[in-house]
């Protein structure tokens, strides 16, 4: 039986927040957006529909744990969530606080433009209160 | 209490396709992307996050009979799936099936050129595949 590994492409463009019962969640360090990225701990998946219903409640119960971690931390006009996979196909879900007026508004975020990694000290007090929110 | 009406916007981009027991699903009336749309028919939804979870439960069941039906009709390489609303508020789900090479790829549907009507007969024939494989 083959090992979770988080895809290389995902390690290097996140910060590991948690780890809940199912799905890594991590930060994009792209400070235009508040934007995590959750992905189940399950080997070789690519398709939400591919999982086991109870899985997938799982999943969506720690989207709706994510998003409301960061409608504490960071508030948002509008919830966008996706899960696309084109270019990375380990599934990973993006749950990403949309503000009226932000970088790519009111267009989608994935494919816009070029990300803007956090400054040092904002990258970690938002992942500190990323985690109080989510380990609360 | 209000009564759920469809979005003016989606219904003029859209063929419905059939009422489940949450969603009313909708083809998205352009040829290069096979796209359903599910529309949860509760007055005022905006955010997933904000349904109960016995709803979201059923939300995400019929979600993966739409991705099947997709699936079976038009077959894909990949399924994208999306809740934006930045435009639209009224909460909607895409299911959209994806093709290497296809109009947007390897980027996202949402905000990508201009969509393409079917000739009426195709879109006589989709609409009646997605509803016999839905019905199933």
Redesign the interface.
């Known amino acids: 039986m083959s090992e979770f590994m988080l895809d290389p492409r995902l390690a290097r463009d996140t910060q590991a927040i948690a780890s809940l019962e199912l799905c890594d969640v991590l930060l994009m360090n792209d400070a235009r957006f508040p934007w995590l990225v959750l992905v189940p701990r399950v080997p070789g998946l690519?398709?939400?529909?591919d999982l086991p219903?109870a899985q997938?409640?799982t999943l969506?119960?720690e989207?709706?744990l994510a998003?409301?971690a960061l409608r504490t931390v960071a508030p948002f006009d509008?919830?966008?969530?996706?899960?696309?996979?084109?270019?990375v196909?380990q599934l990973h879900v993006h749950v990403v606080g949309?503000r009226e007026g932000d970088a790519a508004?009111?267009?989608?975020v994935?494919?816009s433009g070029q990300a803007q990694p956090y400054a040092e000290a904002s990258l970690a007090s938002m992942i500190e209160a990323l985690r109080a929110t989510l380990e609360h």
Chains 1, 2 share one sequence.
């Open positions: 690519v398709e939400i529909c219903a997938q409640a969506w119960h989207v709706n998003a409301q509008k919830l966008n969530l996706g899960a696309l996979g084109n270019i196909r949309r508004w009111p267009g989608p994935w494919g």
